[in-house]
């Protein structure tokens, strides 16, 4: 038995419990492991089908380029999409981005942008600005917009909801997922709760970012926009992919709490995560008391580690944020005392 090519390989992880980190938590907690899709991560789903739908409605015509703002993870699902149907792909990302990320995206033969973070989206220099700029000048090309192409939750909708129902037998109560896009919490959560209304989707977002408040009170509060070093998940801006209606609560994690996270999934449990991974774990556990036994928690584990090994998976990258805990850490930090 074969597949035809690398992308019939999406989807269909496997949920793995999670024995250690959440050893304090009455509920079963379940781990989606999306890093085994091809390129990594769960964006592998809603990059195929966002091309699939633009191929169907004539956007996206043969030969053409397609054009992304990426933080990375997209832009791999789009890059290796593309090898397989012979487009070309330009990315703009930020320079807050992992190198990883980026040589990874080049590794694939993208094009890619590299544009400064800490401007506005409207900035004519923001990754958002860009890419439209290019959408407009490059011939025969086509924009993927993640964040407000209904395609990428779309994906999550018929992929990664069915999935969780199937592999957890309906048993599922909790669905806590890192929120960017919104696409993978909106769709695999607007499935779950089509299926039981009683399930809760809680959406893990960051300090610097506007979900939670606009969640709570209705209100975009710019006040809540400023940087932060969690990757991944977190706007300053809501796009369309997010559906609020499907979700019941949003819990901030901050960026130190996340990275460390991010680093004991990987030594106590041997799963080899990224950051969002770390935030939506410990967002869990700062919920852990509206957790109680009997319950079934899924928790999308949306990337993989290698692309962080810069970051939180580095000492010296801890250190210089003030983000080490006082035990050590590694048999480095060990021989360096
Ligand atoms: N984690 C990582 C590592 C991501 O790349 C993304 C996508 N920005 C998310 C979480 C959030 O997923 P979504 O865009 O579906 O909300």
């Known amino acids: 038995m074969w597949y035809n090519n690398i992308l019939e390989t999406i989807g269909n992880t496997p949920l793995v419990k999670l024995n250690k980190v959440t050893s ?57 999409a593309a090898i397989i149907k012979g487009y070309k792909c330009i990315f703009t990302t930020t320079d807050k981005q992992s190198k990883e990320k980026v040589d990874a995206l080049r590794a694939f033969g993208a094009e890619v942008i590299v544009c400064p973070t800490n401007v506005e989206p409207e900035d004519p220099r923001s990754y958002y600005s860009v890419s439209s700029r290019l959408q407009k000048e490059v011939p025969n090309s086509w924009k993927a917009n993640q964040y407000d192409n209904l395609s990428n939750s779309k ?47 809680w959406g893990i977002d960051t300090y610097g970012s506007v979900f939670k408040k606009y969640k709570e009170t209705g209100e975009f509060d710019k006040d809540e926009i400023y940087p932060y070093i969690t990757e991944g998940i977190g706007e300053d801006f809501l796009p369309e992919n997010v559906d609020f209606s499907v979700i019941d609560h949003f819990e901030k994690v901050t960026d130190k709490d996340a990275a460390l996270m991010t680093r004991e999934i990987t030594r106590k449990e041997g799963i080899f995560a990224g950051n969002s991974t770390g935030a939506a774990i410990a967002g869990l556990l700062q919920m852990k008391d509206h957790l109680k036994a009997g319950d079934l928690v899924v928790v999308i584990v949306h990337d993989h580690g290698t692309r962080y090994l810069g970051k939180m998976f580095n000492d010296d990258w801890l250190k210089e944020r003030g983000f080490m805990k006082d035990e050590k850490l590694t048999a480095g930090s060990i021989l360096d005392s």
């Open 24 to 80: 304090d938590v009455k509920a079963t907690v379940l781990a989606k492991i999306e890093t085994r899709n091809p390129g990594n991560s769960i964006k592998d789903r809603m990059a195929l089908k966002m091309i699939e739908d633009a191929e169907e409605s004539g956007f996206l015509k043969p030969g053409g380029t397609i054009i992304e703002g990426t933080s990375g993870n997209t832009g791999m699902g789009l890059a290796m």
């Open 155 to 201: 994906a999550n909708y018929e992929q990664t909801g069915p999935e969780i129902w199937e592999q957890t037998e309906g048993k599922i109560t909790h669905l806590v997922v890192g929120v960017g896009t919104g696409g993978t919490i909106s769709g695999a959560g607007r499935y779950l709760k089509e299926r039981n209304p009683d399930i809760k989707i």
